[in-house]
C-alpha cells in the first residue's frame, strides 16, 4: 500500500476534498461497453420511459464507482480501500443533451477503527437529491 496519509494525522470529522463527476450518454454507452451491462434503461430513453422512469438513468455500479473515487483520491491508493458499500436511494437521471448530469460527491472520516482504519462517510448528489444511501467506506491507513 502506498497511501501517505497517516491513521495518527485523521481526525473523526475530516472532510474529504469533494468533487463533480459528469455522465452523459456517451459516458453510459461507454461503462455499459466495459461492464457489459447494456440494459437499454441506461441508453435507450424510449425503452426507459415506457418501463416508467423519467428518462435514460445511470447505472448503479457506475454511480457507485464515481463516489468512491472521492475516497481513492484522498487516499492516494485503491488497494487502501478494505470495504466499500452503498444503498441506491435516487437514479442519477441523464438527459440527452451536451451537458448530461453531475454527480456531486463529498466525504468525511466518520469513525477511527482499530489497526489503522478509518470509516469514511460519502454523500453523493444528483440534481439536488442523494442519490446513494448509507454510502460507507473502510480505509486503511499508514501508521
Same mark, same amino acid.
Request: charge should be negative.
Given at each position: 500500500?502506498? /497511501? $501517505? ?7 473523526? !470529522? $475530516?472532510?474529504?476534498?469533494?468533487? =463533480? %463527476?459528469?455522465? =452523459? ?26 418501463? #416508467? ?6 447505472? #448503479?455500479? %457506475? /454511480? ?7 475516497? =481513492?483520491?484522498?487516499? !492516494? ?11 441506491? =436511494? ?16 463529498? !466525504? ?14 460519502? $454523500?453523493?448528489?444528483?440534481? !439536488? ?15
Amino acid at each position: 500500500m502506498t /497511501t $501517505t496519509i497517516q491513521y495518527a494525522d485523521v481526525e473523526i !470529522g $475530516t472532510e474529504l476534498p469533494a468533487q =463533480t %463527476f459528469p455522465v =452523459t450518454r456517451a459516458t453510459l454507452v461507454q461503462y455499459a461497453g466495459a461492464s457489459g451491462d447494456f440494459n437499454p434503461i441506461h441508453w435507450n430513453e424510449k425503452f426507459a420511459v415506457e418501463v #416508467g422512469l423519467p428518462d435514460v438513468i445511470a447505472h #448503479g455500479m %457506475f /454511480t457507485m464507482a464515481e463516489a468512491i473515487r472521492v475516497v =481513492t483520491d484522498w487516499v !492516494g491508493d485503491p488497494a487502501a480501500v478494505v470495504e466499500y458499500g452503498v444503498r441506491f =436511494t435516487k437514479p442519477v437521471i441523464v438527459p440527452n443533451d451536451d451537458k448530461g448530469a453531475e454527480i456531486e460527491v463529498s !466525504g468525511k472520516v466518520a469513525a477511527k477503527l482499530d489497526d489503522g482504519r478509518v470509516r469514511v462517510d460519502l $454523500t453523493a448528489m444528483s440534481a !439536488g437529491q442523494k442519490v446513494l444511501g448509507m454510502s460507507r467506506a473502510v480505509v486503511q491507513l499508514a501508521q
